[in-house]
């Protein structure tokens, strides 16, 4: 998890611990880092605004002032679960672990009877999905895309040949069941596709991508469409 991940991540549990708050080892716990790190993300929040209150002694620890609260945000608990489905069952789309950050946020600020709601709705969906590919390559991954650099990537071939090659992403495609980065490889000097479970190492580099673009993978199926909002729709119940 990337430090501007862990830093939501942290803010919500934070906010969730209401009055109780949470012990510096137990975050660092929950996290996987040192209590050195955790503190020094904590730092870091309250120089964001964060209003983050502390407690000394054996049962203090860290909270979120109730006060911080996101403006209230009108969901039946039908399109909170819809939410909570989708990313449930795509561990593996990009920005999955931000997505569930930010339904997080969503359902800790609904009324207290759709929470109710939610929660008994939600307890009537199962999801039985693959394991994903390793979270550092899928981190990698969408840093790159965000910030347009090119990615480095060792890559597994079909056929067992493994290959390294300096990738310009220039989108993401879900197609038969599974992620795909396409992008411009350098090694190949042309587009290419490559599915995103067969990625076995990716670093984002700090060299920026060229001037290639989504027009140039092709025209899409006339099945599939982009994930964009649509104006029209925008704000519809």
Not at 32 to 48: F, H, M, P, W
Not at 57 to 68: E, K
Not at 103 to 113: G, R
Request: charge should be positive.
């Amino acid at each position: 998890m990337k430090r501007v991940e862990r830093l939501h991540a942290l803010s919500e549990m934070l906010r969730r611990s209401a009055s109780r708050g949470c012990t510096a080892d137990r975050l660092a716990d929950e996290f996987g880092v040192s209590v050195r790190t955790i503190k020094r993300d904590i730092d870091a929040l309250e120089n964001s605004g964060a209003p983050i209150w502390s407690r000394p002694g054996p049962r203090g620890g860290y909270g979120l002032a109730t006060q911080a609260d996101l403006p209230p945000v009108r969901l039946t608990p039908a399109q909170a679960v819809a939410l909570l489905a989708a990313v449930s069952a795509a561990p593996d789309a990009p920005y999955a672990d931000l997505a569930s950050v930010a339904i997080s946020k969503i359902v800790a600020v609904l009324d207290p009877p759709t929470r109710v709601k939610v929660d008994e709705l939600a307890r009537r969906i199962w999801v039985n999905t693959d394991q994903p590919g390793t979270r550092a390559v899928r981190s990698a991954l969408e840093e790159a895309m965000s910030e347009q650099r090119v990615v480095r990537i060792r890559y597994a071939a079909q056929n067992g040949s493994t290959t390294t090659r300096d990738v310009e992403p220039v989108i993401f495609a879900s197609t038969n069941g599974h992620w795909h980065l396409i992008g411009w490889c350098r090694l190949r000097d042309e587009m290419r596709w490559f599915r995103v479970g067969r990625i076995e190492h990716a670093t984002a580099t700090k060299t920026p991508c060229g001037t290639h673009s989504v027009e140039e993978i092709g025209i899409p199926p006339a099945t599939s469409k982009s994930v964009h909002l649509d104006p029209e729709r925008a704000g519809q119940p």
